[in-house]
T-cell receptor, first 116, second 114 residues
Framework: EPEVTQTPSHQVTQMGQEVILRCVPI?????FYWYRQILGQKVEFLVS????????KSEIFDDQFSVERPDGSNFTLKIRSTKLEDSAMYFC??????????????FGPGTRLTVL | DQQVKQNSPSLSVQEGRISILNCDYT??????FLWYKKYPAEGPTFLIS?????DKNEDGRFTVFLNKSAKHLSLHIVPSQPGDSAVYFC?????????????FGSGTQLTVLP
């Protein structure tokens, strides 16, 4: 069964450093998402991406964040200068985006980001 | 921001009995609802969904009920199995364009006792 994969599973970084979290969405999916879950809190939407551009973004997704689909398979989330409060599980998701249908989003296993 | 609420942080049920997980929402624009199951150290796994044009959707042991007037949905698991023990998240979205961000509830930890 196709699945979303994410690397690395755990990333430890120093405050102020740049990190790139990587995702490989399901191959025929057209819509890509990043969510995060701070320990003990809800899963929160960060950004959605379609047709090589951002479709929606939340207030969390400020200028320190960026997303990219550098090739036909990878989808990345970059945090330019990490803060302590960026420590969280980051989930990538994808959906097939069939027109006229409501689409389930399929999630990857997550990357645990720890900012020291 | 409490647009999607799961008021029960935990629920324990005997194996073979029914599990009922509840979710309330406040945003009347939500028109698509999903349930996800999550094990520790894994991502949310899609279980079942329902659109606002329906009031019930069934898939095997899982049934989701939607009461739009009460802004309430519930997930029924019958019969419950020990492998169902996990955190269950309710999520909702608005049909704006095609990229629909999900708004999640805080989750309910279901424990099915053998």
């Amino acid at each position: 069964e196709p699945e979303v994969t994410q690397t690395p599973s755990h990333q430890v970084t120093q405050m102020g450093q740049e990190v790139i979290l990587r995702c490989v969405p399901i191959s025929n999916h057209l819509y890509f998402y990043w969510y995060r879950q701070i320990l003990g809190q809800k899963v929160e939407f960060l950004v959605s991406f379609y047709n090589n551009e951002i479709s929606e973004k939340s207030e969390i997704f400020d200028d320190q964040f960026s997303v990219e689909r550098p090739d036909g398979s990878n989808f990345t989330l970059k945090i330019r200068s990490t803060k302590l409060e960026d420590s969280a599980m980051y989930f990538c998701a994808s959906s097939d985006g069939l027109a006229g249908f409501y689409n389930e989003q399929f999630f990857g296993p997550g990357t645990r980001l720890t900012v020291l | 921001d409490q647009q999607v609420k799961q008021n029960s942080p935990s629920l324990s049920v005997q194996e073979g009995r029914i599990s009922i997980l509840n979710c309330d929402y406040t945003n009347s624009m939500f028109d698509y609802f999903l349930w996800y199951k999550k094990y520790p150290a894994e991502g949310p796994t899609f279980l079942i969904s329902i659109s606002s044009i329906k009031d019930k959707n069934e898939d095997g042991r899982f049934t989701v009920f939607l009461n739009k007037s009460a802004k309430h949905l519930s997930l029924h698991i019958v019969p419950s199995q020990p492998g169902d023990s996990a955190v269950y998240f309710c999520a909702a979205s608005v049909s704006s364009g095609s990229a629909r961000q999900l708004t999640f509830g805080s989750g309910t930890q279901l424990t099915v006792l053998p």
